[in-house]
């Protein structure tokens, strides 16, 4: 394909939009990924809506560049754990303002410059910093002020975890009316539960005109879902594109915890080492799961509270969690069933390993938890190199591959044979007498997780758990509903605090 001047241009420019952009990200890491989210929702949302396409750009543009005058806030007050002073405050206010100052200068931006001016204007006029009210708001400015505050409230920050979906959505639903703008926030708050039903029906394109002035809101990747999977994997195989790794912390603390002389100090010590976990440890300690009779604040604290063994876990679960964020609201959508399911899979497995007294239970907690782990890197692989038409591709291809993938993961990242078993085998039905229990345990637990509901679609219900297995691993059909059960509650207890 010869590119033509326009598209010359427009990759000249889209560079550099995407430099603007990555300005902001330096100067603030919980900015890192945030305009892009942004942008790329605010796509999905206006074709759901039904955008002309330069509408649709303009709007891309406007999600990608929305808080560029954030960089002229000084660090001290955007990244304040604590509450802002009122001068603080009418500081951050001032953004919008300096975004629009910023941008005027760029003749391609001009069109935006409403959008990005009106972006933290209320629907009921008490916004800023016009104080706007209603329709006179920009259409496209309410648009970002949903999806902005969507995305700030599913994004994971060191004292809190992310927001579930459904609690974003009646958040949104909450000050529909007051923040919001209550027609779009019904529109989308439906788009993000038709993603919830059918993740493959969406995305109808239209035929909208194209523009010249456009820039390519689309990845750079082309062709079937299934090529641009195997050429990825190729690339990592061969060592040529990275991968997020699992924290350290989480082998360090299997290493230390499997010598039974570890003493609270050094597990303490060796969790410590890592501040994101750390802080996120001690906020899941004082969480109402858990909560004691007072606030406590450091890792040595937390561990006696959570308990030596449930300790390692809650590590491996928050160090895991991590790898779940996504780019694009249909794999968001994706992520956090994914999510769901790994988590009961690995009560499951813990629950089904403390029953037949297996010692390492919390290993098997571990297991469970990564058993779709080539599942997880492939889903936001593709969320971030591609922008897929159909997701029934993209499930349906990620699930053929996920089981040697997620073998290759495990072994780049160090771990020993028991666990890469798990990620190759969990998927199979016929076992021979010589396979190993962990295996035969995570894979119950997957089909368990997917019983009690946890699935990626609907039809998985329907997958029934095999007897010879059950008999295999030696406990009782009585069993397997407990575990059902007691999965279940620890989910609506934990499913979200992590
Ligand atoms: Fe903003
Ligand atoms: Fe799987
Ligand atoms: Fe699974």
């Avoid at 889209?14 to 900015?31: A, F, G, N, Q």
């Avoid at 497995?349 to 599942?375: P, Q, Y």
Wanted: glycine share 6%; net charge negative.
């Amino acid at each position: 394909m010869t590119a033509n001047p326009d598209q010359k241009n427009n990759n000249g420019f889209t560079e550099l939009v995407k430099t603007l952009v990555s300005v902001i990200e330096e100067k603030d890491p919980y900015m890192k990924g945030h305009a892009d989210r942004v942008a790329a929702n605010c796509v999905l949302f206006a074709r759901r809506l039904g955008f002309s396409k330069l509408e649709i750009n303009q709007i891309y543009l406007a999600g990608l560049l929305h808080d560029i005058g954030i960089v002229y806030i000084p660090s001290e007050i955007t990244q304040k754990a604590g509450p802002l002073t009122d001068d603080e405050m009418n500081m951050v206010k001032k953004h919008p303002l300096i975004s629009e100052k910023i941008l005027s200068k760029h003749s391609m931006l001009k069109a935006i410059l409403p959008i990005i001016r009106h972006h933290h204007e209320s629907f009921d006029g008490n916004g800023y910093p016009d104080g706007l009210k209603g329709e006179d708001i920009p259409m496209g400015a309410r648009i970002i002020s949903i999806v902005n505050s969507f995305d700030a409230m599913t994004s994971a920050r060191a004292h809190r975890p992310s927001m579930s979906i459904e609690h974003a959505l009646s958040e949104l639903e909450k000050n529909a009316g007051s923040q919001f703008d209550p027609v779009l926030s019904k529109d989308f708050s439906s788009f993000v539960h038709s993603l919830k039903t059918t993740p493959g029906e969406i995305d109808p394109e239209g035929n909208q005109e194209d523009n010249p002035d456009n820039i390519s809101y689309k990845s750079g990747e082309n062709g079937s879902i299934k090529d641009i999977l195997l050429s990825f994997v190729q690339k990592y195989k061969t060592g040529k594109v990275d991968l997020p790794v699992l924290p350290k912390v989480v082998q360090e603390i299997q290493k230390v915890m499997s010598d039974p002389t570890t003493t609270l100090n050094e597990l303490a010590k060796v969790i410590e080492k890592d501040a994101v976990i750390s802080v996120r440890l001690i906020a899941v300690a004082n969480s109402p799961m858990y909560r004691g009779t007072e606030k406590i604040i450091t890792v040595k604290q937390a561990i006696p509270r959570l308990g030596v063994k449930e300790t390692q876990s809650i590590v491996s679960a928050i160090a895991n969690k991590s790898l779940y964020q996504a780019r694009d609201l249909r794999f968001k959508v994706l992520m956090e069933k994914l999510w769901l399911h790994s988590l009961a899979t690995a009560y499951s497995a813990r629950g089904i390993a403390r029953r037949i007294s297996v010692s390492e239970t919390e290993t098997l907690f571990f297991m469970g938890l990564i058993h779709d782990i080539g599942k997880v890197l492939l889903f936001k692989v593709l969320g971030e190199i591609s922008s897929p038409t159909s997701m029934k591709e993209v499930i349906e291809n990620v699930q053929e591959i996920h089981t040697s993938f997620g073998g290759t993961i495990l072994r780049k990242w160090g771990f020993n044979e028991n666990y890469v078993r798990i990620a190759l085998l969990h998927q199979g039905s016929h076992f021979p007498n010589s396979t190993a229990k962990e295996v035969l345990i995570v894979t119950m637990a997957n089909a368990i997780s997917k019983k009690a509901g946890y699935t990626l679609h609907e039809r998985d219900h329907e997958e029934t758990l095999n007897m010879d297995m059950i008999h295999f691993v030696g406990i009782s059909p009585d069993h397997v509903d407990q575990i059902a059960e007691e999965t279940n509650t620890l989910m609506k207890e934990t499913g979200n605090i992590f």
